[in-house]
């Protein structure tokens, strides 16, 4: 065979290890994605820019509760499932997670900081 010839069963194969490589990407991306998602919507609601936090929890009202559940949730998904694996980003997630003010969750669903 010449060398000028495609060798259709070694670019099968490569096509194949190219395909493996990917799915094997795709956990690893989607983790990152994942977290680097939540750390933007965690900086965009803790950090202090036109808006302090205290006048975006206000202006969440009664949802401020339950985006403090669906994230304790979320983050106990992410720590869980990337514990021993990347914690690299687990100790990215605690750092945010340590940083929280003290929080009041009332009744209603809206959430204050404590003074």
Known sequence: MSILAINNELANEQKLAHRVEQIKAAPRLLAELMVNQWLSG????????????????????????????????????????????????VAK???????????????DGTVTINP
Request: net charge negative; aromatic share 10%; hydrophobic share 45%.
């Open 42 to 89: 965690f900086d965009a609601l803790w950090s202090k820019g036109q808006f302090s936090p205290d006048e975006k929890l206000a202006a969440l009202g009664t949802d401020a509760a339950e985006l403090f559940t669906i994230n304790t949730q979320f983050v106990t998904f992410m720590v869980t499932q990337l514990t021993g694996k990347r914690d690299d980003l």
């Open 93 to 107: 997630i605690q750092a945010k997670v340590a940083s929280i003010p003290a929080c009041t969750v009332h009744p």
